[in-house]
């Protein structure tokens, strides 16, 4: 089955730029979406389709995709943005939805 | 507006079977793509099943052959029945819908736990 990996955690400074990659086996060949999930609250879809962004969602997240990595951008990182980040594609050879194991966003 | 609640989560014993429920409102869920979401405590989130606006039906392999996901459109609420429930299968189970895309997960519900002990 299809396996996307993520880094456990990232920390950044308030006002600087987080970076969350997600790997896969040739994933810029999938369609990449990313969710946001805060402690004790469902996920929120931030970014779809690799880069495009859900209505009410900053335009300080932004996403990318290509070759084995798929990467979403924070930029200008507030305190608010703290929180767990979750990739997730369609492997349609086992028509099966995966996530990532997920990174949780420090703000320091 | 919109709205999705899950209920029907509780403790289970082993072996034990339970249906959960979603009720949606402010949308018709026959005409989006529905699906089950589960995250095991302090864990996370895992895909666990997904009904076509079509009808077509698919499923994780940790869940195929004991749980089914199924509507009921004059109730507009989704189900999944889950069966020969496993301790692994403890979790809070989030319902998700997608108007336009299958495999994106727009809006989400709050979830509801789903605890498999004796």
């Known amino acids: 089955s299809y396996v996307l990996t993520q880094p456990p955690s990232v920390s950044v400074a308030p006002g600087k730029t987080a970076r969350i990659t997600c790997g896969g086996n040739n994933i810029g060949s999938k369609s990449v979406h990313w969710y946001q999930q805060k402690p004790g609250q469902a996920p929120v879809l931030v970014i779809y389709y690799d880069s495009d962004r859900p209505s009410g969602i900053p335009e300080r997240f932004s996403g990318s995709n290509s070759g084995n990595t798929a990467t979403l951008t924070i930029s200008r990182v507030e305190a608010g943005d703290e929180a767990d980040y979750y990739c997730?594609?369609?492997?349609?050879?086992?028509?099966?939805?995966?996530f990532g194991g997920g990174t949780k966003l420090t703000v320091l | 507006e919109v709205q999705l609640v899950e209920t029907g989560g509780g403790l289970i014993q082993p072996g034990g079977s339970l249906r959960l429920s979603c009720a949606a409102s402010g949308f018709t869920v026959s005409s989006n793509y529905m699906s089950w979401v589960r995250q095991a405590p302090g864990k996370g989130l895992e895909w666990v099943s997904v009904?076509?606006?079509?009808?077509?039906?698919y499923y994780a392999d940790s869940v195929k052959g004991r749980f089914t996901i199924s509507r009921d459109n004059s109730k507009n609420t989704l189900y999944l029945q889950m069966n020969s429930l496993r301790a692994e299968d403890t979790a809070v189970y989030y319902c998700?819908?997608?108007?336009?895309?299958?495999?994106?997960?727009?809006?989400w519900g709050q979830g509801t736990l789903v605890t498999v002990s004796s």
């Open positions: 997730q594609v369609w492997d349609s050879s086992s028509d099966q939805g995966v």
């Open positions: 998700a819908r997608d108007v336009l895309f299958p495999e994106r997960l727009y809006q």
């Open positions: 009904i076509y606006s079509g009808g077509s039906t």
